[in-house]
């Protein structure tokens, strides 16, 4: 199997660094989501409850 050349392997090192970054925002986004549904619903049944 032959080597990869210089540029291919900068390409896939820029590339893997694009899709680790994305992947980094979406779970910091969806994390955000998560705790806004979280209080959502705790307030959600504490209003229920009055």
């Known amino acids: 199997m032959a080597a990869e050349s210089g540029d291919e392997s900068r ?3 820029a590339f893997e660094n694009a899709i680790s970054g ?3 925002a979406i779970e910091k986004e ?3 989501a998560n705790d806004n549904l ?3 619903g ?3 049944t504490a209003a ?3």
Do not use: S, V
Request: proline share 0%; glycine share 6%.
């Open 48 to 50: 229920a409850w009055q």
């Open 42 to 44: 705790e307030r959600l």
């Open 38 to 40: 979280i209080a959502l």
């Open 30 to 32: 969806l994390g955000i």
């Open 11 to 13: 390409a896939k090192a």
């Open 22 to 24: 994305a992947t980094h």
